[in-house]
């Protein structure tokens, strides 16, 4: 089994900044693909950003692109989003998604809160 849990959310004033984590601990692989989506009340629930660890492939909707970055963090298992140029409509609930490469096997964690108001 695996388990995936994110960190990181919050308040934060427009124009500033936040850094979440997703870590996937139990029966993980080196060979994965993290995905980070949000969903705000009301609302789809959207692809925000992916990243494929090893090849180092990445992927940013066109609402957050130049404004978040997502990177492989030095502990393994573990992707990083860092936010920057916060504003209103970021205003959501941020889930992580772990993909072992080669199998049907996902898994989801249960979301961070991250809001963005003065």
């Known amino acids: 089994q695996v388990r995936v849990v994110e960190s990181g959310g919050g308040l934060v004033p427009p124009g500033g900044s936040l850094r979440l984590s997703c870590t996937a601990s139990g029966s993980t692989s080196s060979n994965y693909t993290m995905r980070w989506y949000r969903q705000a009340p009301g609302q789809e629930r959207e692809l925000v950003a992916r990243?494929?660890?090893?090849?180092?492939?990445?992927y940013y909707a066109d609402s957050v692109k130049g404004r978040f970055t997502i990177s492989a963090d030095s502990v393994p298992n573990t992707v990083d989003l860092q936010m920057n140029n916060l504003n209103s409509e970021d205003t959501a609930v941020y889930f992580c998604n772990y993909l072992i490469w080669g199998t049907f096997r996902q898994y989801w964690g249960q979301g961070t809160q991250v809001t963005v108001s003065s």
């Open positions: 990243l494929d660890s090893g090849v180092g492939g990445t």
